[in-house]
């Protein structure tokens, strides 16, 4: 009986060292094995699937607008001139001395043949731009005016875009006209006249790109020299 005990502790005690040595053999198998990653897996996989894609905006330049002084984003209070005004870094205001006057009117004919008379806006917002195709910042203003366009109907504003016969440098109508030939995007009306046929302040302008900007009563509201941007456009037309 006490040689049956023996051989059954020796039994147990080897059946507990096997056990042991295998769960120390496993337990070092599974250290060596590098670590998965599942988290960083999946939100690989999450930002190249679900989420949607960045959208392009053809029509209108990447343009931040000013920024507004109140943290309300939903019904954000309009902008005054003056707060415009104050936010401009790529343009200053211009011909300061015209603010608030009745604005000189004129008749004019578009390269297309179509004649545009100033007052025949009358009750409606007016954006007078002043550029040639030789002006390398008239060209970088060039998107945010068809930006514009795109945005704002007609109704809302009318757009007119002279460019000035010259000698030198030379600006021709038929430059005018090849230009716009081959940038079939612009999509507002275009001019080509001699300044002798404007009246002042248009034809004082000695720096371009220069924009009118014309209220609905048919005042100059803010004149402008530099590159506008998009953002800027719009919130001259809607400023107070």
């Known amino acids: 009986m006490a040689e049956q005990q023996k051989q059954s502790a020796l039994w ?4 507990v060292s096997v056990v ?13 094995q590098p670590a998965e990653q599942p988290y960083i897996e999946h939100q690989h996989q999450h930002q190249h699937h679900n989420e949607p894609p960045t959208p392009q905006h053809h029509n209108e330049p990447p343009t931040p607008e000013p920024p507004a002084k109140s943290t309300n984003h939903v019904n954000p209070p309009k902008m005054t001139l003056n707060d415009v005004i104050k936010l401009a870094n790529t343009w200053s205001p211009a011909h300061t001395s015209s603010y608030g006057k009745t604005a000189p009117d004129f008749t004019l004919t578009d390269i297309a043949g179509k004649k545009h008379k100033l007052s025949d806006y009358r009750g409606k917002n007016v954006m007078i731009t002043l550029w040639a195709t030789w002006c390398r910042p008239c060209m970088a203003e060039m998107p945010h005016l068809i930006a514009l366009r795109n945005i704002l109907s007609e109704d809302e504003l009318a757009m007119l875009a002279i460019s000035y016969i010259t000698v030198m440098p030379p600006e021709t109508t038929e430059m005018v ?5 081959q940038n079939e995007r612009i999509n507002y009306p275009v001019f080509s006249v001699d ?4 009246p002042a302040p248009y034809s004082m302008v ?34 107070e």
């Open 195 to 198: 300044p002798s046929a404007m």
């Open 12 to 15: 147990v005690a080897v059946s």
């Open 20 to 32: 042991i040595l295998v769960a120390a053999i496993i337990w070092a198998t599974m250290k060596m």
């Open 177 to 181: 006209k090849n230009f716009v030939k």
């Open 206 to 239: 000695n720096s371009i790109p220069c924009s009118f900007f014309i209220d609905p009563e048919g005042k100059i509201k803010l004149a402008t020299q530099g590159i506008l941007t998009l953002g800027y456009m719009k919130a001259i037309v809607r400023a």
